[in-house]
């Protein structure tokens, strides 16, 4: 069974940085994608980044390009999601999610999921 558990979220001031990490198991992810989405107060949750495990392959919304970094670490099996310069519309729980097929943005895509973490930007 894939278990997916967040960890890196919290407070912070807009401009400031903070880095997410995925804890993944259960499973060998060598031909997954791993995610990372986001979904604020009365919105749909919405594609962050991606990357693919076997090529590091990486996805961007456009809204973050720049600022945030996706990565993984074979060993460890982690994703981490580094955000930087981070605005107060990046204020959403973020979810770490796993999809078994292809490089793909829709949430309805993904297997398996994360319980999230918080991230607040204030102004």
């Known amino acids: 069974q894939v278990q997916l558990v967040e960890s890196g979220g919290g407070l912070v001031q807009a401009g400031g940085s903070l880095r997410l990490s995925c804890a993944a198991s259960?499973?060998?992810?060598?031909?997954?994608?791993l995610g990372w989405f986001r979904q604020a107060p009365g919105k749909e949750r919405e594609f962050v980044a991606a990357i693919r495990w076997r090529s590091a392959t990486t996805y961007y919304v456009d809204s973050v390009k720049g600022r945030f970094t996706i990565s993984r670490d074979n060993v460890k099996n982690m994703v981490y999601l580094q955000m930087n310069s981070l605005k107060p519309e990046d204020t959403a729980v973020y979810y770490c999610a796993a999809d078994a097929n292809g490089l793909r943005l829709r949430a309805a895509d993904y297997d398996y999921w994360g319980q999230g973490t918080q991230v607040t930007v204030s102004s």
């Open positions: 259960g499973r060998t992810f060598t031909r997954y994608t």
